[in-house]
């Protein structure tokens, strides 16, 4: 089984849709997670890391689920520029992050 | 602020040349990486260090090496290059490990061999 696992999408939504994202992680240690976003051909960048009671960042929602060991990802009213693969990552221990294979959202005017 | 510069952003090798892709920061990060991203799939660590003169292996360091002579570069070599180290390859620094200290990435190195 894979550390992380995520689906890969596409997730085709229409501007202004909300969408969700969820990521299941295998280690139960795990203590930090964390969304990133990668645009085509460029790097990963820090979205928003995710606490344990949930978070929000303007349209974006980051909740956590230790009993089940997912997290997830909302974004309400997409925007067009919301198109981008959303990694999710797990830090375990000391250990380096892990890093989901991403999911690819395609937001379409 | 440069933060995380990779050299060079592309390269074509033959199966059995060698290289140096070269990964300088100047934020003063204790922690850098590099990791590998093939077509689809999520990014694979290949070594890290945590400080000038330490360094460890990631998931995957077979045919990678790594040195660490100073805070700022992290240069990666590979040895005998083969087509299964076509990808894309990522640096990345942090200040510390902690949750709190988020990744700076490189614009990343595209690699082909063939």
Redesign the interface.
Known sequence: RKE?EQD?GPFNVPEGATVAFNCTYSNSAS??F?WYRQDC??????LM?VYSSGNEDGRFTAQLNRASQYISLLIRDSKLSDSATY?CVV?TG?R???????TRLQVQP | NAGVTQTPKFRILKIGQSMTLQCTQDMNHNYM?W?RQDP??????IY?SVGAGITDK?EVPNGYNVSRSTTEDFPLRLELAAPSQTSVY?CASSLS?S??S??H????TRLTVT
């Not at chain 1, 051909?41 to 820090?46: F, T």
């Not at chain 1, 380096?96 to 991403?102: C, D, E, K, P, R």
């Not at chain 2, 689809?40 to 660590?45: A, V």
């Open positions: 992380v890969p203590q930090s964390f051909r460029k790097e990963p960048k820090l890391s990694l830090k000391r380096a992050l892990t890093f989901g294979s991403g | 990486y990791y689809g799939m999520g990014l694979k660590l890290y990631g990522f490990s949750y709190n988020p990744l990435f490189g614009n990343g």
